[in-house]
């Protein structure tokens, strides 16, 4: 099946620091969306990106798809704390639109 | 407008129970997709519904079995419950468009505990 592999698992930072999150595949992907969960709470959508290199923006977040659309990374500048959660990516698959869901990156946000 | 609604939001259960988790997709939503996210996992595809038909399936054994019904709302039925079983299973409802599926908006989930 198809897979994204999610790096790192856990991130600590402090507030006002900044975040990364990466999103690997061995195979080219035809998309990328990325999703937040608060802690109980559900995935939320973010974005989704489907071009080779594409970057978007939605406030502090930066969201890039690699040239070769195998990678992708979600950034956050100077995390508050309501950025805290669980990021993941997934690729949607084929036209039925199922969900591959990486492992995420729980992120701690200290004051 | 009500979002993806779910029921119940917790469950506790015992191994070899059957359990019924309900699902009522957004307002004008037609696909209902479930998933099941074990604690520290990402969500993974039990199946997906459409015109009340299961029209893929993800690798999850045949004691997983689901239902659609005309008002577009489903069921996820589990039978002979495991331990493994406990995680939360989350719904997400979507349009069926040209060339795939609109945004997928996902439940509030149900929290199910098997014993």
């Known amino acids: 099946g198809q897979q994204v592999m999610q790096i790192p698992q856990y991130q600590h930072v402090q507030e006002g620091e900044d975040f990364t999150t990466y999103c690997n595949s061995s195979?080219?992907?035809?998309?990328i969306q990325w999703y937040k969960q608060r802690p109980g709470g559900h995935p939320v959508f973010l974005i989704q990106?489907?071009?080779?290199?594409e970057v978007k923006k939605q406030k502090r977040l930066t969201f890039q798809f690699g040239e070769a659309k195998k990678n992708s990374s979600l950034h956050i500048t100077a995390t508050q704390a309501t950025d805290v959660g669980t990021y993941f990516c997934?690729?949607?698959?084929?036209?039925?639109?199922?969900?591959?869901f990486g492992r995420g990156t729980q992120l701690t946000v200290w004051p | 407008d009500a979002g993806v609604t779910q029921s119940p939001t917790h469950l506790i259960k015992t191994r070899g129970q059957q359990v019924t988790l309900r699902c009522s997709p957004k307002?004008?939503?037609?696909?209902v997709s479930w998933y099941q996210q074990a604690l520290g996992q990402g969500p993974q595809f039990i199946f997906q519904?459409?015109?009340?038909?299961?029209?893929q399936r993800g690798n999850f054994p045949d004691r997983f079995s689901g239902h659609q019904f005309p008002n577009y709302s489903s069921e996820l039925n589990v039978n002979a419950l495991l331990l493994g079983d406990s995680a939360l299973y989350l719904c997400?409802?979507?349009?069926?468009?040209?060339?795939?599926?609109?945004?997928?908006?996902f439940g509030p989930g149900t929290r199910l505990t098997v014993l």
């Open positions: 519904y459409y015109e009340e038909e299961e029209r």
């Open positions: 195979t080219t992907l035809s998309n």
């Open positions: 997934a690729l949607r698959g084929s036209t039925l639109g199922r969900l591959y």
């Open positions: 990106l489907v071009k080779s290199g």
């Open positions: 307002s004008g939503h037609d696909t």
């Open positions: 997400a409802s979507s349009l069926a468009v040209a060339g795939g599926l609109s945004e997928q908006f």
